[in-house]
């Protein structure tokens, strides 16, 4: 029986297993929208704008081993959902997201609501289709689904011209694809796994570094092994928090320009850095030739090619699928006994600990005014590290990525390398849908909850029990802080004259607000907010100290060792503190 | 350092402009750029010349590599190779101008392949110096047009880029 272009979209969605799709109706959509409305294999979830459809896809995938799906209509439709799609690209988070196209015969005539969607999302897209034939339109939902969600992940899109959502054809969707141009590879070459395992053998400042790849690999487990194989100081990027658990005695805390103390001098250090699914980028290892100036022996694990030797040259780069490298890796290093220097190690671990020790993230608590970094170890506390947490862009960020202890993978959910404002709120709804158990909050701040601050509304229709957790500092704190420490205090644009009584306005929106102006009354706040109102979206309005910075930062063209350290630590040098030791040339 | 970059890649609409797009978005140089399908009309060969450190075509060859409709990529300027490229070449030919360019043309194994009173049009092929010797040995002033595809490559004796 032949059956409609839309129908076949539904169909090919529910043979997916796709549970949720989060999406905006509009002309071009029209028939799709009421093929989803005759079908009962997934749900629909209508976001008031749709950055947020593609923010909630992209959120629901990072938190879960499923795939995201958005759906928007051409034109504005379609180009509110880039912002989303570029997040999730730069994340290599996998996603699909269907969008509607005006009718074949209109394209290229610019018909209302056209605009080319293929063209203005090939930047920021694994890759995308422009189905033309209703013929095509099952196998290229396949193809995108492949696509996205093997090699390095991404989002995928599939722009669909009205016409043939509405032309009919017979329907058979594909058990499996083999696309002969698209061959990610899986295995690493045996060769260099073996090389690896040779120069492990001769490390005595080992440091394992793992990023974002090592989530969507799904290699926590193989991470964790590895570095208590090799009892290794390990460090993650803000992509990789989780992989290993936060309060792992090995666990170093994040690295890069708001890492920590000892995991920026371990990475400028160390003699042999084993890189997992990162990608050496600018906000980690800053500037690549300080960072290089000590000599240090490189292997770099990763599923993209073109992610090795892009900024920073390797000595053995294995390229494959982290998951399958490590458990081979592992398995050379159980066969043949390497391990690190054993004198070596324990001088390392000597110096790690000595870094450690003065506690980087130690700030000046208060009794009078509500510390943003005290509600963050609240929050770590009576949720037990166990959230599934996510978080807009700022102070608010880097703060829940140096405080919150994360326990496992796919609990931290934050736009990364994009570094998208209003990712936080639709963010948090796609986890919750996905996890409906979980405990989800999220992190924001004054200017970024601003940016999608009418998914409040979707929060309600869907019974979404987010708890909110704004720390409002009447600023727009990141780009403050700049300002306070090169732009000479001149703070332009960044103070919020006009907010809004946050609390009033999630109560309207028909969720619980409450206002946190003490310091003592945090953890009672939180607790209600989990325990009391457990079935409610809550917003918490924490008015915090508008002043306070984060540290440690490295400035823009600084090494990992010329930090901008806390009070605290102003007076502390940045080198290894004994100097008989080997590190080479000191810098 | 010039490179020459053979590039195979699925015949299908956008496949162009994904490329084209790769190097303008990553800051990459295109010299020229062919395309055409090949034996296998569901493949097209793309012959970029581009140039950059060894560091930038590691990466330009990785990021075209990831395209996820290109099949193959090689860089010919690693190993022996051949590269032709064409051009028509429209010049003024009156008066001691006509024996001059039919003379020039001889020469340079070139061939007059339209002919009108005043002009002479040209074909000319062979590697991108050649032509560009051709346009320097005539009088600059005595050219009216020209037009030039930019070159194809291909790798000489047993290579073949092939799926």
Known sequence: MEISGAEIITRCLAEEGVEFVFGYPGGAVLEIYDAIFKQDK??????????????????????????????????????????????????????????????????????????????????????????????????????????????????????????????KTEFSYPASIAIRSYNPPTKGHPGQIKKAVHLIGEAKRPLIYVGGGAVQGNASQEVTELVKLLNAPCSNTLMGLGIIDGTDPNFLGMLGMH?????????????????????????????????????????????????????????????????????????????????????????????????????????????????????????????????????????????????????????????GGLGTMGF????????????????????????????????????????????????????????????????????????????????????????????????????PALREAFTTHKDRCVLLNFITDGTENVFPMVQNGKGLNQMDLPAHMRNLQQTPFENNRDYGNLC | MRHILSVLIENEAGALSRVTGLFSARGYNIDSLTVQTTEDLTMSRMTIVTHGSDDVIEQITKQLNKLVEV???????????????????????????????????????????????KTYTIELTGPGEKLDAFIKAIDSAAILETVRTGASGIGRGERILKI
Not at chain 1, 340 to 366: F, I, M, T
Not at chain 2, 104 to 112: C, V
């Open chain 1, 424 to 523: 936080g709120l639709p963010a948090a709804i796609g986890a919750q849908l996905a996890n409906p158990d979980a405990q989800v909050a999220c992190i924001t701040g004054d200017g970024s909850i601003q940016m999608n601050i009418q998914e409040l509304s979707t929060a309600k229709q869907y019974h979404i029990p987010v708890k909110i957790i704004l720390l409002n500092n009447r600023y727009l704190g990141m780009v403050r802080q700049w300002q306070e420490l090169f732009y000479g205090n001149r703070y332009s644009e960044t103070y919020l004259e006009a907010l809004p009584n946050f609390e009033k306005l999630a109560e309207a929106y028909g969720h619980v607000g409450m206002r946190i102006e003490r310091p003592e009354d945090v953890e």
């Open chain 1, 42 to 167: 997934f749900k629909h979830v209508l976001v008031r704008h749709e950055q947020a459809a593609t923010h909630a896809a992209d959120a629901y995938s990072r938190s879960s081993n499923k795939v995201g799906v958005a759906l928007l209509t051409s034109g504005p439709g379609a180009t509110n959902g880039i912002t989303g799609i570029a997040t999730a690209y730069m994340d290599s988070i996998p996603m699909v997201v269907i969008s509607g196209q005006v009718g074949t015969p209109a394209i290229g005539l610019d018909a209302f609501q056209e605009v080319d969607m293929v063209g203005c999302s090939r930047p920021v897209v694994k890759h995308n289709f422009l189905v033309k034939d209703v013929r095509d339109l099952a196998v290229t939902i396949k193809k995108a689904f492949h696509i996205a969600t093997t090699g390095r992940p991404g989002p995928v899109v599939i722009d669909v011209p009205k016409d043939v959502t509405i032309n």
């Open chain 2, 71 to 117: 099949v193959k990529v090689i860089d010919l300027s690693e190993s022996e190779h051949i590269e032709r490229e064409l051009m028509l070449i429209k010049v003024r030919a009156i008066g001691k101008d006509r024996e001059e360019m039919k003379r020039m043309t001889d020469i340079f194994r070139g061939r007059i392949i339209d002919v009108t009173e």
């Open chain 1, 259 to 415: 890492g920590t103390f000892e995991a920026n001098l371990a990475m400028q250090y160390c003699d042999v850095l084993i890189a997992i699914g990162a990608r050496f980028d600018d906000r980690v290892i800053s500037v690549p030739n300080h960072f290089l100036a000590q000599p240090k022996k490189i292997i770099h694990i990763d599923v993209d090619p073109s992610s090795i030797a892009k900024r920073v040259k390797v000595d053995i780069p294995i390229v494959g699928d982290v998951k399958h490298v490590l458990t081979d890796l592992i398995a050379v290093l159980k066969e043949t006994g390497a391990r690190p220097n054993a004198e070596g190690l324990a001088d390392w671990w000597k110096q790690v600990e000595a870094w450690r020790k003065p506690d980087c993230l130690h700030y000046e608590k208060s009794a009078e005014i509500i510390k943003p970094q005290f509600v963050l170890e609240k929050l770590c506390k009576v949720t037990q590290g166990n959230a599934i947490v996510t978080s807009d862009v700022g102070q608010h960020q880097m703060w829940t990525a140096q405080y919150y202890k994360f326990r496992r993978p796919k609990q931290w959910i934050n736009s």
